[in-house]
Nanobody, 118 residues
Framework: QVQLVESGGGLVQDGGSLRLSCAAS????????VGWYRQAPGKQRELVAT?????????NYADSVKGRFTISRDNANHTLYLQMNSLKPEDTAVYYC??????????WGQGTQVTVSS
């Protein structure tokens, strides 16, 4: 099992920045990728960014956040980050971190609310 706890959400003005963190604990064996999803009210959960867990920095971003958001990880401290700059009202959502474990599936955090006011 893997436990994930997000933090860093909040209320920010249009154009502002936030840094989300996701602290992980548990059994990391078999994790292949980690990342962030978000879900806005009335919408489906969508991918925001992913990064390989073990090595490599081949990141993948949703088109809507490219150039504004940066995903990174600190494996020594088992923490995943999402730096969000130039935030827009349409970025308002609950942000979830996830970890994908080979042959097991995905583990999710409880989510953290990000609200961007215009």
């Amino acid at each position: 099992q893997v436990q994930l706890v997000e933090s860093g959400g909040g209320l920010v003005q249009d154009g502002g920045s936030l840094r989300l963190s996701c602290a992980a604990s548990g059994n990391f064996f078999g994790i292949t990728a980690v990342g962030w999803y978000r879900q806005a009210p009335g919408k489906q959960r969508e991918l925001v960014a992913t990064i390989p867990y073990i090595s490599g920095d081949i990141t993948n971003y949703a088109d809507s956040v490219k150039g504004r958001f940066t995903i990174s990880r600190d494996n020594a401290n088992h923490t995943l980050y999402l730096q969000m700059n130039s935030l827009k009202p349409e970025d308002t959502a609950v942000y979830y971190c996830y970890a994908r474990k080979r042959l097991v599936g995905d583990f999710w955090g409880q989510g953290t609310q990000v609200t961007v006011s215009s």
